[in-house]
């Protein structure tokens, strides 16, 4: 029997958590005073086991589906997701046999469509806040996409542009390995990505001339709203590493424009901590 182990956070990795549980309290809040309202929801699609270990401190620290759960006024519904066996047997314990929290092991990409979307169309008086956080391209535009069709789902997404530079944005794009670009395909949708990754002019060495983290991550905002349709999508908050280097970008996108002013205001605050 394995041990499970605990992700070890930094800095930033804290700073996300606190972004979201600010925002969880405040979105919940504002939909329990609607009462034509049937239910809303919190999903978290990469929940891992609730809880993770600071960098910083050696503490364990609350993770998302924790910090959720404590939410008040409490969201109606909550659904975690997790591939790992050991970590959703965790959740479970977290959620000490409340009826309201539903955890799945498996693939979110399936899940999410065929198991929990559904129960927040927006023709039936429901509403969502979907965390998507994968550790890298683990996530497929259509999930991104089917919640922006609905128009009744809100995302938290982790852009995961190091995983990106490590693995498919190189310098000289020939030498990517075709499973990394499907890969990228996937999580971007198609391979447009490319024109937004590299400029036509040519560098010294005879390769496209690659953009930096914030022309692709600029790109990918304006696709949320323009394909995907979430009709406000508000500048992406950089989180780094203890080098100052970005390692992902936290988006949030919706069609509600209450959401992302209030979004944007939290990501303004935490943006002037500095890169520590």
Known sequence: MSILKYDEIGYWSEVKLEIVSKYASAYSTILAKQQRIKRHLYIDAFAGPGV????????????????ALLVKPPFRELHFI??????????????????????????????????VFPRCRYEDYSRALCLLDPYGLHLNWSIMAAAGRMKSIEIFLNFPVMDMNMNVLWRNPDKVQPE?????????????????????????????????NDVIAEAFRVRLQDVAGFEYV??????????GAVVYYLFFASK???????VKNIFDKYRARGTT
């Open 52 to 67: 993770h270990i600071s960098k910083q401190t050696g503490e364990f620290v609350p993770g998302s589906p924790m910090n």
């Open 82 to 115: 997790d591939m790992n066996g050991g970590r959703a047997a965790e959740l479970r314990k977290l959620a000490d046999e409340r009826t309201d929290v539903h955890v799945y092991e498996g693939d979110c990409n399936t899940i999410l469509e065929d198991r």
């Open 180 to 212: 990394q670009a499907r890969r990228m395909d996937a999580f971007w949708g198609d391979d447009s990505w490319r024109k937004a990754a590299y400029r036509t002019d040519q560098n010294l060495f005879g390769f496209p001339e690659k953009t930096d």
């Open 234 to 243: 508000p500048a992406p908050m950089p989180m780094r590493n203890k080098k």
């Open 256 to 262: 509600n424009k209450t959401g992302a002013r209030i």
